[in-house]
């Protein structure tokens, strides 16, 4: 699986859009872009996921480059409550395993 | 609502005891669940994954007879930490998912801490 690159921590004021980076140049034709947060002592939870067009859930909004090489996670308007972990993760459709890196702490400021 | 859960959310033991965790998928079927360990201020490492009906296949430095994992029905994998040491203390966590191209969900994390 390709290797992603994120900032390892963010700051952003409560009610603002939260948009959260991910480079993953080595990105192949196959592979998905996947995003999950983890909330302190919790498990990770699954947020929004894409091949190549922008996606959109209750959750977020997932923007991927025209070139696949990097991609951004939007919360349009964040609460204290988005303050965790998250992680971005490429991976090939079907496949098994999910690699965790060390993701983006990001921090909601009232 | 939570689609995999984890039991028991926390496990405090003296050393040498083996410690047992269940992680159930509650509204679909996983032929496929995965076990992960976290230590703090960490991510998440995978340390197996677990198939129904056959051994689990397990990634490299993770003991197969230290984690013994068991997948004996759909719904249903285990992972018992057998003779728990200090150094065995961390946050494990599973996660299932659902046939095709679906996310992985995952459980709640189980913390175990060997005294």
């Known amino acids: 699986d390709a290797k992603t690159t994120q900032p390892p921590s963010m700051d952003c004021a409560e009610g603002r859009a939260a948009n959260l980076p991910c480079n993953h140049s080595?990105?192949?034709?196959?592979?998905?872009v996947y995003w999950y947060r983890q909330i302190h002592s919790q498990g990770p939870q699954y947020i929004i996921h894409g091949l190549k067009n922008n996606e959109t859930n209750e959750m977020a909004s997932l923007i991927i480059t025209e070139d696949r090489k990097s991609s951004t996670l939007i919360l349009p308007h964040a609460t204290l409550r988005d303050t965790a972990v998250y992680y971005c993760i490429v991976r090939v459709e079907g496949a098994q395993k999910l690699v965790f890196g060390q993701g983006t702490r990001l921090t909601i400021n009232p | 609502g939570a689609v995999v859960s984890q039991h028991p959310s926390r496990v405090i033991c003296k050393s040498g005891t083996s410690v047992k965790i269940e992680c159930r998928s509650l509204d679909f079927q996983a032929t496929t669940m995965f076990w992960y360990r976290q230590f703090p201020k960490q991510s998440l490492m995978l340390m197996a994954t677990?198939?129904?009906?056959?051994?689990?296949?397990?990634e490299q430095g993770v003991e197969k007879d230290k984690f013994l994992i068991n997948h004996a029905s759909l719904t249903l994998s285990t992972l018992t930490v057998t003779s728990a040491h200090p150094e065995d203390s961390s946050f494990y966590i599973c996660?299932?998912?659902?046939?095709?191209?679906?996310?992985?969900?995952f459980g709640d994390g189980t913390r175990l801490s060997i005294l």
């Open positions: 080595t990105i192949s034709g196959n592979e998905y």
């Open positions: 677990s198939n129904e009906g056959s051994k689990a296949t397990y």
């Open positions: 996660s299932a998912r659902r046939q095709g191209n679906q996310p992985q969900h």
